[in-house]
Each structure stands twice: as structure tokens, then as C-alpha cells.
């Protein structure tokens, strides 16, 4: 993925090229694998690049599969209108959508994956985990992993879950005002946090108790 040559020029001095996730986006490009994970802190650029990937496949910025454009309010950013596919991949065609008035959050995301698991293409998505508990991020990469086995998909996720940044054969970019950066996954700043905190969780409770 890179910068549209014939689209013009995204100023740097506004939102998002203020950005430098956004700024490397457009100066360097971005290769995408079968699956490409996303983590940084908030406010980094993190959705700011999964809305504008979405958007140059096709995919509306508020959810849904290919060709869906439902938006409730004009918040993503302009950069799709930039960006040009280096190589596209069609998204999966869903079949009928599962009832999800009678179950939680967590688990209406969990039944939608299973069931349409069995539809090759791209999936994404933006901090999934945000529903989702530990057994729940688990249950996830599984459900992901089924959709990778079968074949001709492709994975592309932002996430703060040190669970789901774990996911086999991931691409792990660590994003931050620098902008992004390849990075393993026992390296990023987001485990090492982790780990500190669960090895001795009162070392930071107590600046703040």
C-alpha cells in the first residue's frame, strides 16, 4: 500500500498528516501480509491506518464487508482518497447474519467470526479485544486462525492485548510519534508493561492509591 501518485497531495500540516504513522504511510508505504498486527498507545494513528486500509478495499470505516459504506457520522479521515493497492484482495462474502440481541458483546463478535469462518478474504479489525476476556481472546485467535487455515485470507488488526499481538505468523507493527516500526513480539513496550505489572502490580498501584 502506498501514496496515490495521481490523488493530490495530503497536507502534512493537518489532521492526520500531523500524524507520523500517517506521514510514513505516504512517504515509504506499507507492505501488508497474510496477517499484519497494529499496537501502539492511544491516540498514536493506530485506527487512523486500519480505517484508511478498510477504505482502499472497499470496506465501510464503521464495519461491515466489502462494498458497505453505513456511517452515522463523518469522523475517519480523509487519507483513503490517497492511498492506491499495490495488489487487492477481494473480502469474503458473508452469509446470512447470526442473532446477536440475546448475547453479549463479547460473545455476538465471537459468533460472528465462527460463522463466517468459513469465508476466505480480509478481515479487519480495530481493537477487538476491547469485548472480549481472556478466554474470549483466546477463543478469537483460534477463530482467526481457522479462517487463516482455510486459506486465501488475510488478517489486518490493531489491538492494546498482548494475547492477541501473539497471533502465529503475525507481522507485529509497534506504533508511536516516531511512527511505526516492525518490532517481535516479546519486544514491544506492550509486553514488557505487562509483565512488569502482573510480576509486582503493586509497585504501580501505589502511585496511584
Given at each position: 500500500?502506498?501514496?496515490?501518485?495521481?490523488?493530490?497531495?495530503?497536507?502534512?500540516g493537518?489532521?492526520p498528516?500531523?500524524l507520523?504513522?500517517?506521514?510514513?504511510?505516504?512517504?515509504?508505504g506499507?507492505?501488508?501480509?497474510?496477517?499484519?498486527?497494529f499496537v501502539?498507545?492511544?491516540?498514536?494513528?493506530?485506527?487512523?491506518?486500519?480505517?484508511?486500509?478498510?477504505?482502499?478495499?472497499?470496506?465501510?470505516?464503521?464495519g461491515?464487508?466489502?462494498g458497505?459504506?453505513?456511517?452515522?457520522?463523518?469522523?475517519?479521515?480523509t487519507?483513503?482518497?490517497h492511498?492506491?493497492?499495490?495488489r487487492?484482495l477481494?473480502?469474503g462474502?458473508?452469509?446470512s447474519?447470526p442473532?446477536f440481541?440475546e448475547?453479549?458483546?463479547?460473545?455476538?463478535?465471537?459468533?460472528?467470526?465462527?460463522?463466517?469462518?468459513?469465508?476466505?478474504g480480509l478481515?479487519i479489525?480495530?481493537?477487538?479485544?476491547?469485548?472480549?476476556?481472556?478466554?474470549?481472546?483466546?477463543?478469537?485467535i483460534?477463530?482467526l486462525q481457522?479462517i487463516?487455515?482455510a486459506?486465501?485470507?488475510?488478517v489486518i488488526?490493531?489491538t492494546?492485548?498482548?494475547?492477541?499481538?501473539?497471533?502465529p505468523g503475525?507481522?507485529?507493527?509497534?506504533?508511536?510519534?516516531?511512527?511505526?516500526r516492525?518490532?517481535?513480539w516479546?519486544?514491544?513496550?506492550?509486553v514488557?508493561?505487562?509483565?512488569?505489572?502482573?510480576?509486582?502490580?503493586?509497585?504501580?498501584?501505589?502511585?496511584?492509591?
Amino acid at each position: 500500500m502506498s501514496q496515490d501518485p495521481d490523488a493530490p497531495a495530503l497536507p502534512r500540516g493537518a489532521w492526520p498528516g500531523t500524524l507520523a504513522p500517517i506521514a510514513q504511510l505516504l512517504d515509504s508505504g506499507l507492505e501488508l501480509g497474510p496477517v499484519t498486527v497494529f499496537v501502539g498507545e492511544n491516540g498514536v494513528g493506530k485506527s487512523t491506518l486500519v480505517e484508511a486500509i478498510a477504505g482502499a478495499y472497499g470496506m465501510g470505516p464503521e464495519g461491515g464487508s466489502t462494498g458497505s459504506r453505513h456511517t452515522t457520522r463523518r469522523s475517519e479521515s480523509t487519507l483513503t482518497d490517497h492511498l492506491r493497492l499495490t495488489r487487492g484482495l477481494g473480502a469474503g462474502r458473508g452469509g446470512s447474519e447470526p442473532v446477536f440481541h440475546e448475547r453479549s458483546h463479547g460473545e455476538s463478535f465471537l459468533h460472528l467470526v465462527t460463522a463466517r469462518s468459513r469465508y476466505p478474504g480480509l478481515w479487519i479489525l480495530d481493537e477487538p479485544a476491547s469485548a472480549l476476556s481472556f478466554t474470549g481472546s483466546l477463543a478469537l485467535i483460534r477463530g482467526l486462525q481457522d479462517i487463516l487455515n482455510a486459506g486465501g485470507a488475510r488478517v489486518i488488526l490493531s489491538t492494546h492485548s498482548p494475547i492477541l499481538a501473539s497471533l502465529p505468523g503475525a507481522a507485529i507493527y509497534e506504533v508511536g510519534p516516531w511512527g511505526y516500526r516492525p518490532c517481535a513480539w516479546e519486544d514491544l513496550d506492550l509486553v514488557r508493561d505487562w509483565r512488569s505489572f502482573l510480576a509486582a502490580p503493586e509497585r504501580y498501584l501505589r502511585h496511584l492509591i
